[in-house]
């Protein structure tokens, strides 16, 4: 785990971010591993959890996304953000029709990344963004926050 990242969730909670955390795992499963994480736990940092189990389909189907979406009573569209870290997260979120970032935890070089994502008729799904650390992901979220927004006063 990359240091101050309960911090940055703090933060962006404290900007009026919503943030859930969806896993292909079971909720039994995930939710000891949350209550676990840096020996404090993070469930508490989280608006909303879905599970494989708490729904029909898994990822890459975007019922996880779709039901988190619901459970906060948020519509399913680009102002969503999908953060994950495979193949699977970025089709279930362009499924859902939300933007997909892809978290290159892994340091994978473009011409790796260019393969696993093609964009071709048989593999259409693109991420919107790739960010190979949370300092990275933290500087994106901080551009498009701070962005003026279509059709305000500023």
């Given at each position: 785990?990359?240091?101050?990242?309960?911090k940055?969730?703090?933060?962006?909670?404290?900007?009026?971010?919503?943030?859930?955390?969806?896993?292909?795992?079971k909720?039994?499963?995930?939710?000891?591993?949350?209550?676990?994480?840096?020996?404090?736990?993070?469930?508490?940092?989280?608006?909303?959890?879905?599970?494989?189990?708490?729904?029909?389909?898994?990822?890459?189907?975007?019922?996880?996304?779709?039901?988190?979406?619901a459970?906060?009573?948020?519509?399913?569209?680009?102002?969503?953000?999908?953060?994950?870290?495979?193949?699977?997260?970025?089709?279930?979120?362009?499924?859902?029709?939300?933007?997909?970032?892809?978290?290159?935890?892994?340091?994978?070089?473009?011409?790796?990344?260019?393969?696993?994502?093609?964009?071709?008729?048989?593999?259409?799904?693109?991420?919107?963004?790739?960010?190979?650390?949370?300092?990275?992901?933290?500087?994106?979220?901080?551009?498009?926050?701070?962005?003026?927004?279509?059709?305000?006063?500023?």
């Amino acid at each position: 785990l990359e240091p101050d990242i309960p911090k940055m969730l703090n933060e962006w909670r404290a900007l009026g971010l919503k943030l859930g955390v969806l896993s292909n795992r079971k909720r039994e499963f995930m939710e000891h591993e949350l209550a676990a994480v840096d020996g404090r736990g993070w469930v508490d940092l989280f608006d909303t959890m879905v599970c494989g189990d708490d729904v029909p389909r898994r990822k890459p189907a975007p019922d996880q996304i779709l039901g988190a979406l619901a459970n906060l009573r948020l519509p399913a569209d680009t102002s969503c953000w999908y953060i994950g870290d495979s193949t699977t997260d970025v089709i279930a979120a362009k499924e859902a029709g939300v933007t997909a970032l892809f978290y290159n935890g892994a340091a994978w070089d473009q011409a790796w990344i260019d393969k696993i994502f093609p964009g071709t008729t048989r593999h259409p799904h693109k991420p919107d963004a790739v960010v190979n650390d949370f300092k990275s992901l933290l500087e994106l979220v901080w551009y498009f926050w701070t962005r003026p927004r279509h059709g305000s006063a500023e």
